[in-house]
Nanobody
């Protein structure tokens, strides 16, 4: 299973960006899909997650500004980021919880390579 993230870049404070992450390979289904971010010299933090059932959750730091969504037909998760702040500058990673085969309850977790978002003041 591979995750390919895209959409990062440089944006001014107050601007918007949309990240995408598409999963490919051989698997049965994807459960949760999530976005994390890691700023320089900081740990990687969960910022948004969507379950296969449609439940959404956000970190307080992005609530009301970021929107996570997914297209199950395309095995893709999106992150719409609005009202960006310099503190949002980080490498953004997507993560997917995947069941590889039908009938297996085992969940495997995969990461995308990360896409850099830089917000200038």
């Amino acid at each position: 299973v591979q995750l390919q993230a895209s959409g990062g870049g440089l944006v001014q404070a107050g601007g918007s960006l949309r990240l995408s992450c598409a999963a490919s390979g051989n698997f049965f289904t994807i459960n949760d899909m999530a976005w994390y971010r890691q700023a320089p010299d900081k740990q990687r933090d969960l910022i948004a997650i969507t379950t296969n059932g449609g439940t959404l959750d956000y970190a307080d730091s992005v609530k009301g500004r970021f929107t996570i969504s997914r297209d199950n037909a395309k095995n893709t998760v999106y992150l719409q980021m609005d009202s960006l702040k310099p503190d949002d500058t980080a490498v953004y990673y997507c993560n997917a919880a995947v069941r590889l085969t039908y009938g297996s309850s085992r969940i495997n977790y995969y990461w995308g390579k990360g896409t850099l978002v830089t917000v200038s003041s």
